[in-house]
């Protein structure tokens, strides 16, 4: 890569550099912390790894973090894994997120939306009110603090009451989308055993109802540890026998009980799927997210009470839980149920318009398919108000930042545009939105503070200006406090410091360049990526494999040089199977009811046999290179594969693509 200096796309104004809560927080650090007070963002930045101690008190301290038992210092162990945050300390995330309660009662929390795109608020008096009814039912029920509370559900308010009951009582969240098949959702809560299920009796997408009682009726047969079902009449059905009704626990005038918990207490488990087995249930602590997500949110989006953040997600996904932390920073925010492209591409920046976002968030994937369709956003709607758009998923391409930037600025408009990168693993950025930074195209604007990420060699030397694997060298307060059946540690530990001990290793190519900004390239693993949601190999295998006519299958995601992604699942078909549309459809179908739309193949193509390791295990990331255009010789080692011949079908299918 260049080291060349080029121009930026965009640069902040003095205006708008003096005024970003970034510039407030560096200013009060140096006075009361002996942050550097020259060098910018960089020697911010440098401070806030080489002192993290400090740096982590300073955010604590900025934000107002209420600890009702004082901490005996901030990192009691700063080895990972098993770093320790704020031993001694008590707090509650459920308490943060409703403070602008006391201040802004009558003002919006929440905007809901729906597919008719007309916002419904719930005032922070609402919300706070029907949070402490909640919580007082749940404790009702015996759901004492590490009980594991689940949601099948949309983006709907109802969602984040429930989390945030949970939350105040003590209780573990966990969630997926109601567009995901039993048999995804059963992978996930069968884990944590979940003793209260919120479900919905079904949701519309795309302009249609999708009942899914009966999907709801095989989760409470599959989870014998259920004590409770709570019933949300969305498409307007009578509850189901033995379910409690929503409205009758949401009722009450109860002030809320925030349960004071140690700073690590498990607050929700968030799911990422590997190449072998269940999903990894990720366990992520009530401290460790809480001054994570003020940091991120409050520093990094430089979101506050006068915001409004719409983020286009669903509950299945970390974004939906980063999104509901915007309430720590007092930010109304914005809960979109629906198709991202209904009744048109457009959909989502009529959206941000009708609800005055100010930080519109989405992936890249939706900017590159706006510009293909010939949508102009800042010319057809009035995005006066939007200060920022962030994009995340996958790595925005140049012609996206050039497309976003142009758009804007011919209304005028000095738009931010936040290429941001992290994972479900840490629930959070690595690096992305700096407000007080250019933009450059095709890059992330800067590690973020209290990150130590690096760009690694496999001996474990850092680069510069070349590409290597995202590494962090300092513990973040929300990295996983363990895995969900983990005894011993030692899937946690494979997942992260198999490769450098006591270093993370996050599975992407990075570069870091010599400006200090950052450049994603994709996954370094064979983990599927799609629109920023990761999918298990392992799950598509194992459905499809039920079939008797497919023998064994194997399943890339390729990044593609546009932004694209190119997802094929390659099928070896047993004696006398055939390839045909009626086995198409059945493969398709069967991936779409077990799993979830998403994780349906762009397409099936039939192979002469899958290759193997000498130890049997299937090659994904050498096939993945290969489709890439890496030679043979250089994807992949010939002594390793059981069978050689067999990928110079993949080689030739390469050659055809490009």
């Given at each position: 890569?260049?080291?060349?200096?080029?121009?930026?796309?965009?640069?902040?104004?003095?205006?708008?550099?003096?005024?970003?809560?970034?510039?407030?927080?560096?200013?009060?650090?140096?006075?009361?912390?002996?942050?550097?007070?020259?060098?910018?963002?960089?020697?911010?930045?440098?401070?806030?790894?080489?002192?993290?101690?400090?740096?982590?008190?300073?955010?604590?301290?900025?934000?107002?973090?209420?600890?009702?038992?004082?901490?005996?210092?901030?990192?009691?162990?700063?080895?990972?894994?098993?770093?320790?945050?704020?031993?001694?300390?008590?707090?509650?995330?459920?308490?943060?997120?409703?403070?602008?309660?006391?201040?802004?009662?009558?003002?919006?929390?929440?905007?809901?939306?729906?597919?008719?795109?007309?916002?419904?608020?719930?005032?922070?008096?609402?919300?706070?009110?029907?949070?402490?009814?909640?919580?007082?039912?749940?404790?009702?029920?015996?759901?004492?603090?590490?009980?594991?509370?689940?949601?099948?559900?949309?983006?709907?308010?109802?969602?984040?009451?429930?989390?945030?009951?949970?939350?105040?009582?003590?209780?573990?969240?966990?969630?997926?989308?109601?567009?995901?098949?039993?048999?995804?959702?059963?992978?996930?809560?069968?884990?944590?055993?979940?003793?209260?299920?919120?479900?919905?009796?079904?949701?519309?997408?795309?302009?249609?109802?999708?009942?899914?009682?009966?999907?709801?009726?095989?989760?409470?047969?599959?989870?014998?540890?259920?004590?409770?079902?709570?019933?949300?009449?969305?498409?307007?059905?009578?509850?189901?026998?033995?379910?409690?009704?929503?409205?009758?626990?949401?009722?009450?005038?109860?002030?809320?009980?925030?349960?004071?918990?140690?700073?690590?207490?498990?607050?929700?488990?968030?799911?990422?799927?590997?190449?072998?087995?269940?999903?990894?249930a990720i366990v992520q602590s009530q401290g460790g997210i809480l001054v994570e997500h003020l940091k991120q949110l409050g520093l990094h989006c430089d979101l506050g009470p006068e915001d409004r953040f719409f983020w286009y997600t669903s509950t299945g996904w970390m974004m939906w839980n980063f999104l509901v932390s915007g309430l720590l920073t007092g930010t109304t925010i914005v809960l979109y149920d629906g198709s991202p492209g209904f009744p048109d591409t457009g959909a989502q920046w009529r959206i941000a318009e009708r609800t005055g976002a100010t930080l519109f968030g989405t992936s890249a994937a939706y900017v590159m398919a706006c510009r293909k369709a010939g949508v102009h956003p800042a010319r057809d709607h009035d995005l006066s108000r939007v200060q920022c758009v962030a994009t995340t998923g996958s790595p925005l391409p140049p012609d996206g930042f050039r497309w976003l930037h142009d758009e804007f600025a011919e209304s005028g408009a000095d738009l931010w545009i936040a290429s941001v990168s992290g994972g479900t693993d840490v629930c959070s950025c690595f690096a992305g939105a700096v407000p007080t930074l250019p933009v450059y195209i095709g890059e992330l604007q800067a590690p973020g503070l209290g990150t130590d990420l690096q760009s690694w060699d496999p001996a474990g030397n850092p680069l510069t200006d070349e590409v290597g694997e995202l590494v962090v060298t300092n513990p973040m307060p929300s990295m996983p406090i363990r895995f969900w059946n983990d005894p011993d540690g030692s899937r946690y530990r494979d997942s992260y410091f198999d490769t450098y001990p006591g270093v993370w290793r996050h599975g992407d190519w990075i570069t870091v360049t010599s400006r200090g900004s950052v450049v994603i390239h994709g996954r370094s693993d064979s983990t599927l990526n799609r629109q920023g949601v990761r999918m298990g190999s392992a799950d598509i295998y194992e459905a499809v494999e039920r079939l008797p006519e497919i023998k064994e299958s194997l399943v890339i995601g390729v990044e593609q040089p546009d932004g694209g992604y190119w997802m094929p699942l390659f099928v070896h078909l047993a004696p006398g199977a055939t390839l045909d549309e009626a086995l198409l459809t059945r493969v398709k179908r069967t991936i779409r009811e077990q799993l979830s739309p998403r994780h349906v193949p762009d397409e099936i193509i039939e192979v002469p046999g899958i290759p193997h390791t000498l130890t049997g295990k299937r090659i994904e990331v050498p096939v993945k290179r290969l489709l890439q255009g890496t030679p043979l010789d250089k994807a992949v080692n010939p002594g390793s594969i059981d069978n050689l011949d067999l990928l110079s079908f993949y080689e030739e299918l390469a050659r055809k693509r490009a």
């Amino acid at each position: 890569m260049s080291t060349v200096n080029p121009q930026p796309l965009w640069q902040p104004d003095p205006q708008r550099i003096a005024r970003a809560r970034i510039t407030a927080f560096q200013t009060w650090a140096v006075e009361h912390h002996d942050a550097p007070a020259e060098g910018g963002y960089a020697a911010l930045h440098r401070w806030s790894v080489d002192e993290p101690e400090t740096f982590w008190q300073a955010v604590a301290e900025w934000f107002d973090v209420r600890f009702t038992s004082p901490w005996t210092r901030v990192l009691g162990d700063r080895s990972m894994p098993g770093a320790q945050w704020f031993p001694g300390a008590t707090v509650n995330y459920a308490e943060h997120a409703l403070r602008a309660a006391a201040t802004r009662a009558e003002e919006p929390a929440l905007l809901h939306v729906d597919e008719t795109h007309e916002p419904t608020p719930v005032t922070w008096a609402e919300l706070r009110r029907q949070v402490g009814s909640l919580a007082a039912e749940l404790r009702a029920l015996g759901v004492r603090p590490g009980d594991r509370v689940s949601g099948y559900l949309p983006n709907i308010p109802q969602a984040v009451v429930a989390l945030l009951a949970t939350a105040a009582v003590g209780g573990v969240w966990t969630s997926c989308a109601p567009d995901f098949g039993a048999r995804s959702v059963l992978d996930r809560f069968q884990q944590v055993e979940p003793v209260v299920l919120f479900t919905v009796d079904g949701y519309r997408y795309g302009g249609k109802e999708h009942d899914r009682r009966e999907t709801v009726a095989e989760l409470r047969r599959e989870l014998p540890t259920l004590r409770a079902v709570v019933h949300i009449p969305l498409l307007g059905s009578e509850a189901p026998e033995g379910a409690l009704e929503w409205e009758a626990l949401t009722a009450a005038d109860t002030e809320p009980v925030f349960e004071q918990l140690p700073f690590d207490h498990p607050l929700w488990v968030l799911y990422s799927s590997g190449t072998t087995g269940l999903p990894k249930a990720i366990v992520q602590s009530q401290g460790g997210i809480l001054v994570e997500h003020l940091k991120q949110l409050g520093l990094h989006c430089d979101l506050g009470p006068e915001d409004r953040f719409f983020w286009y997600t669903s509950t299945g996904w970390m974004m939906w839980n980063f999104l509901v932390s915007g309430l720590l920073t007092g930010t109304t925010i914005v809960l979109y149920d629906g198709s991202p492209g209904f009744p048109d591409t457009g959909a989502q920046w009529r959206i941000a318009e009708r609800t005055g976002a100010t930080l519109f968030g989405t992936s890249a994937a939706y900017v590159m398919a706006c510009r293909k369709a010939g949508v102009h956003p800042a010319r057809d709607h009035d995005l006066s108000r939007v200060q920022c758009v962030a994009t995340t998923g996958s790595p925005l391409p140049p012609d996206g930042f050039r497309w976003l930037h142009d758009e804007f600025a011919e209304s005028g408009a000095d738009l931010w545009i936040a290429s941001v990168s992290g994972g479900t693993d840490v629930c959070s950025c690595f690096a992305g939105a700096v407000p007080t930074l250019p933009v450059y195209i095709g890059e992330l604007q800067a590690p973020g503070l209290g990150t130590d990420l690096q760009s690694w060699d496999p001996a474990g030397n850092p680069l510069t200006d070349e590409v290597g694997e995202l590494v962090v060298t300092n513990p973040m307060p929300s990295m996983p406090i363990r895995f969900w059946n983990d005894p011993d540690g030692s899937r946690y530990r494979d997942s992260y410091f198999d490769t450098y001990p006591g270093v993370w290793r996050h599975g992407d190519w990075i570069t870091v360049t010599s400006r200090g900004s950052v450049v994603i390239h994709g996954r370094s693993d064979s983990t599927l990526n799609r629109q920023g949601v990761r999918m298990g190999s392992a799950d598509i295998y194992e459905a499809v494999e039920r079939l008797p006519e497919i023998k064994e299958s194997l399943v890339i995601g390729v990044e593609q040089p546009d932004g694209g992604y190119w997802m094929p699942l390659f099928v070896h078909l047993a004696p006398g199977a055939t390839l045909d549309e009626a086995l198409l459809t059945r493969v398709k179908r069967t991936i779409r009811e077990q799993l979830s739309p998403r994780h349906v193949p762009d397409e099936i193509i039939e192979v002469p046999g899958i290759p193997h390791t000498l130890t049997g295990k299937r090659i994904e990331v050498p096939v993945k290179r290969l489709l890439q255009g890496t030679p043979l010789d250089k994807a992949v080692n010939p002594g390793s594969i059981d069978n050689l011949d067999l990928l110079s079908f993949y080689e030739e299918l390469a050659r055809k693509r490009a």
